[in-house]
């Protein structure tokens, strides 16, 4: 299960180029860790589209997972590799990784600056300790599909007359995107971004989400199978806003 590549999934919604439409896009890769699964490693190939002087838009376009992955494709794949993933746990994911390349692009900025007056003011503390408020670098993440259903659907092999299941997730909401704002400065003591605000989320909101009613399911139309019976389930919320 290592080295397993899984590529941009279905878009719900959400045009980034609707957010930046002037920007400088483009396509980088980052190795980065994956939050919660030790040794655990995500290649990821994102856009990086730079909006105004610090600020910047990813989207994920792939992500190759390396090494001790098997946990985590276990919780993505839970019906196996050749089954549909759990897309709301998939996007959840993803929105952690992208936070990950957010630091890395601070730091790799910070990195750059050779002015030593301007650099020392993105650091979150004054040389003698203090706080301050700093100058910050704000990035932006969009997350395609804020607020989603899982419809399951019961078919008949007409053939044969077995059971299969099938699942398909739908929108529950029009423009369906999270639209994740970050803000970090620097440590003084490792030269590691550290994120100085909550998130803060302008796309879809989760009461938004989960107060919704579940739209019913979509026609699984199949020449060899019969529809026994279909299910829509909640709508569940995607975006990450915990501070």
């Not at 180029?17 to 290649?43: D, L, M, Q, S």
């Not at 909006?51 to 019906?79: A, D, H, R, W």
């Not at 909550?198 to 879809?204: D, E, K, S, Y």
Request: charged fraction near 15%.
């Amino acid at each position: 299960m290592n080295n397993y590549l899984y590529s941009q999934i279905e878009n719900h919604g959400c045009d980034h180029n609707n957010w930046c439409p002037n920007g400088t896009k483009t396509t980088e890769t980052r190795i980065v860790p994956v939050p919660g699964y030790p040794f655990c490693f995500a290649k990821v190939e994102f856009e990086l589209t730079r909006c105004e002087q610090f600020s910047s838009v990813v989207v994920v376009k792939s992500i190759n997972y390396l090494g001790g992955c098997t946990n985590l494709l276990t919780q993505m794949y839970p019906l196996g590799l050749n089954a549909p993933p759990d897309e709301i746990f998939m996007r959840q994911m993803w929105g952690q990784i992208q936070v990950n390349i957010l630091s890395l692009a601070f730091e790799e900025f910070f990195n750059s600056i050779t002015d030593p007056v301007i650099k020392d003011t993105y650091y979150c503390t004054n040389p003698d300790g203090t706080p301050r408020n700093s100058s910050t670098y704000t990035q932006q993440v969009l997350i395609n599909g804020a607020c989603l259903s899982l419809c399951t659907a019961l078919l008949q092999d007409i053939n044969t007359s077995e059971y299969v299941v099938a699942q398909r997730y739908q929108d529950c909401l029009e423009n369906n995107c999270c639209i994740m704002y970050y803000t970090y400065c620097i440590n003084r003591n490792t030269n590691k971004a550290v994120r100085t605000t909550p998130v803060v989320n302008t796309g879809v909101w989760e009461s938004q989400c989960t107060n919704t009613a579940p739209p019913d399911c979509p026609s699984f139309v199949t020449s060899n199978y019969n529809v026994i019976s279909t299910f829509s389930g909640t709508c569940k919320f995607t975006c990450q806003e915990e501070d």
